[in-house]
């Protein structure tokens, strides 16, 4: 099965792969665009958010992370959703955790990790008590705003997937001391190995949205 992938950045996204690949146990032939593709570090930087935007944060394939608002990006995501079409995929799931406009339209079903994470985290916590980790200080408010209207209480704590481990670990230790029922890496960039770190420095539980992305993806599949 043909299965699209469009990343915010630029593709492939390898470090997102390398954790969930063997999700879909060799059943998918993934195909990957992504919203900064074939541009120079110069237009991106062109890209920087303003006062009302809302913020993405992503990876380009030097490894590097950049900050950027959305709207720069949305035309240059429905040329990606058409040539995934084009190229016969049965279905296009996002590499990102962020919001995204009704107006982007595709012939095949657009699969956004947020819609998952909005239905699935207040299952997840007892008392309705979350914190989320978000890439950047930027992203702070429209992370309180967008989960406030899922959860009770909502503490965001900023830590990057792209930036360095000891960042991470301040972040664990930081939420450790938080009253939380779940803790939700609200980024696609975060990793199996740092859900791990997670897990273990803060004693909650812990959501990670590129695998919970995958294995919803996987039930269609699983078909022999």
């Known amino acids: 099965m043909k299965i699209g992938a469009i990343t915010i950045g630029q593709a492939p996204r390898v470090d997102v792969t390398a954790d969930i690949m063997d999700i879909f146990d060799g059943k998918i032939e993934l195909l990957q665009r992504g919203g900064l593709d074939g541009l120079t570090t110069g237009q991106i930087a062109e890209f920087k958010p303003e006062q009302g935007d809302y913020v993405l944060v992503s990876r380009l394939t030097d490894g590097s992370s950049v900050t950027f608002a959305e709207r720069y990006i949305l035309p240059r995501l429905q040329n990606c959703i058409h040539e995934l079409e084009t190229e016969g995929v049965r279905l296009i799931m996002f590499f990102c955790t962020g919001d995204f406009p009704g107006s982007l339209t595709s012939n095949v ?7 998952i994470l909005n239905r699935v985290v207040p299952l997840l916590t007892k008392n309705s008590n979350v914190v989320t980790v978000t890439p950047s200080p930027l992203q702070v408010e429209q992370c309180e705003k967008k989960w406030s209207d899922f959860v009770n209480t909502v503490k965001v704590v900023p830590a990057s997937p792209y930036g360095s481990w000891e960042d991470l670990e301040r972040a ?9 029922d779940l803790v939700v890496l609200d980024c696609i960039g975060f990793t199996q190995k740092m859900k791990n770190m997670f897990a273990r420095e803060t004693g909650k539980l812990v959501v990670l949205p590129r695998t919970l992305l995958a294995r919803v993806i996987s039930e269609l599949t699983d078909v022999e």
């Not at 079903?109 to 819609?115: E, F, K, Q």
């Not at 664990?172 to 939380?180: L, P, Q, S, T, Y």
């Open 172 to 180: 664990a230790k930081e939420i450790r001391k938080m009253d939380a």
């Open 109 to 115: 079903p657009l699969v956004y990790p947020c819609n």
